[in-house]
Nanobody
Framework: QVQLVESGGGLVRAGGSLRLSCAASGSIFAANSMGWYRQAPGKQRELVATFTTSGIINYANSAKGRFTISRDNAKNTVYLQMSSLKPEDTAVYYC????????????WGQGTQVTVSS
């Protein structure tokens, strides 16, 4: 089983920055994608950014130019550097790991709150 532990959320003013971290542990299939999704109150969970072990990066349009995803494969850790934060970035941010094998197992962290004040 895979466990994901997030850290780094908090309260920040508009225009500020935050860095989220997510460490994965357990038996992790070598080929995978790690990334971040977010869910604001009353809205569906949405993609923020993902990063595969082969180096493919995908950003939501809302994240392009402001957020940077990175990962340390040796540590099974993914990071999200968020800059120029806006009140509309306020959400619970969830770490995700999807393994590229039969049935494509999908794992989620417990979520970390990011609140951006105006």
């Amino acid at each position: 089983q895979v466990q994901l532990v997030e850290s780094g959320g908090g309260l920040v003013r508009a225009g500020g920055s935050l860095r989220l971290s997510c460490a994965a542990s357990g038996s992790i299939f070598a080929a995978n994608s790690m990334g971040w999704y977010r869910q604001a109150p009353g809205k569906q969970r949405e993609l923020v950014a993902t990063f595969t072990t082969s180096g493919i990066i995908n950003y939501a349009n809302s994240a392009k130019g402001r957020f940077t995803i990175s990962r340390d494969n040796a540590k099974n850790t993914v990071y999200l550097q968020m800059s120029s934060l806006k009140p509309e970035d306020t959400a619970v941010y969830y770490c995700n790991l999807q393994e590229f094998r039969s049935q494509m197992p999908n794992y989620w962290g417990q979520g970390t709150q990011v609140t951006v004040s105006s």
